[in-house]
């Protein structure tokens, strides 16, 4: 029995429609390798014979199912061996969600089904340097553009609650390219990282925004003012509290 049917608060056993819906439209897969590599952090590489010969880009996201076809959260592979039918996600597990159940709980050896790769955000219009802004949620995705921009460089800044924590992350990665803020109930780091943008843009870089969506929106605000346009942005808003199943 895979993690996800065994997990708490996800106990019932997949219905007669959810199974077939599995076996149809999604890819199984072996979890093969996990790596702690910080408090709340997972780095989980999946295999197998369906994820052999699919086209991904960065920034396509994948969901995999808890337990149902119609209850999956959302993971943004970090990169995809077509050749080997080998991707790896960035997990970051906080509350009691299914996701972060999920991730918690799963072993080497459990399979799982996922769907996808598909586009989540699109950024083919933007080219040349990037600065992408996030935060926990958001580094999977970061790591992914910061390995496969061909293009030009990434740089990514992250609001986030522990700092210390998400450097250690960062240092077991071998991530040389982010800049972490920690957050403040009074919301005074949003102004730390908006100070970072008029450089930014003077460099003429393209950005991308992720994350809680009142950040997501004060920094889009904030690049409006600054007179960048409207094809150099692209954002996704990943969660906003009281909401469930974002993506």
Not at 121 to 144: P, Q, V
Request: with cysteine; hydrophobic share 45%; net charge positive.
């Amino acid at each position: 029995m895979s993690a996800a049917n065994s997990s708490a608060g996800m106990a019932k056993a997949p219905s007669r429609l959810s199974k077939a819906l599995l076996s149809v439209f999604m890819k199984r897969a072996v979890v093969t390798a996990i790596d702690d590599v910080a408090d709340g952090f997972r780095l989980v590489t999946l295999e197998g014979a369906a994820l052999r010969g699919v086209a991904w880009a960065p920034g396509q996201k994948i969901q995999i199912a808890m337990g149902s076809a119609f209850v999956a959260r959302t993971f943004t592979p970090i990169d995809w061996d077509a050749t080997v039918g080998r991707t790896r996600i960035l997990g970051y597990g906080h509350g009691e969600g299914p996701g972060s159940v999920w991730l918690r709980d799963i072993n080497i050896g459990d399979d799982c089904d996922l769907f996808g790769p598909r586009t989540s955000l699109d950024t083919r219009r933007l080219t040349g340097n990037i600065a992408m802004f996030g935060d926990e949620t958001s580094i999977g995705l970061g790591l992914a553009f910061a390995r496969q921009n061909r293009t030009g460089s990434t740089s990514c800044f992250y609001e986030v609650n522990d700092a210390a924590t998400v450097e250690r992350m960062n240092r077991a990665l071998d991530v040389s390219n982010a800049t972490v803020f920690e957050r403040h109930e009074d919301g005074s780091h949003l102004a730390q990282m908006a100070g970072v943008l008029p450089e930014l843009v003077r460099a003429g870089m393209s950005f991308v925004l992720t994350g809680k969506a009142a950040t997501v929106q004060q920094l889009h605000r904030d690049l409006k003012r600054l007179g960048v346009a409207s094809n150099l942005i692209a954002t996704k808003v990943h969660w906003a509290p009281g909401k469930t199943g974002m993506d």
